[in-house]
């Protein structure tokens, strides 16, 4: 993998979004004069819409001086002709705090009814830009009538008022959009 940024791929590429699953430094900077940015060897949980999940090694200049975080949700652009041809997009943060392609209340108003379970929760420190509500990363085993049950990892925003209630082990209502499993909602009126 390159480690600097592929401008054109930044461009063409097609959205998606990782989850950082670890960020181990390389040692080695984009220069070697002064100023360098680091590089990192990072572990990635990427979702593009129309495929399941999966994961990636990559190693990436960072852009800055703060370090990668496990757990940090980021955007990504991947070449569709090579699903490991992938560069963070360091620039553009998730923005309205959701790693769905579609927006939460597209999936809301169309998505089919469904029930997920709380696995696993992770802080991301990303916050909506809106209204400043925390997006927090979720492992949810997930269940859609018509289709068999499946783990989804993503990022999703969650009411600053509710963020204390929510727990591991909590089950709440979503929505799904049925053409592909990560498009997913959870609805936070209809569980409190």
Known sequence: MNAGEDRALLER?????????SAIPTGRTTTS????????????????????????EHSQWTFDSAAPGEGQVVVVKVNPD?????????R???????????SVAEILATGVAGRAT????FETGVVAPDN????????LDVRVEGREP??????????AALRARVTVGDEYPIKALP?????VAIDWDAAF
């Open 150 to 159: 499946y783990e989804l990892r993503f990022g999703h925003r969650v009411p």
């Open 82 to 90: 090579d699903p490991e041809d992938v560069v963070v997009d360091w």
């Open 118 to 121: 709380v696995r696993e929760m």
């Open 179 to 183: 053409p592909d499993p990560n498009e």
């Open 33 to 56: 004069q002064a100023g360098g940015q680091p590089v990192y060897k990072l572990g990635l949980r990427i979702s593009i819409p129309g495929r399941d999940p999966y994961d990636l």
């Open 132 to 139: 400043g509500d925390p997006v927090v990363g979720f492992v």
């Open 92 to 102: 553009n943060p998730p923005s309205g705090g959701e790693v769905s392609g579609a």
């Open 13 to 21: 590429g097609q959205p998606g979004t990782a989850v950082i699953t």
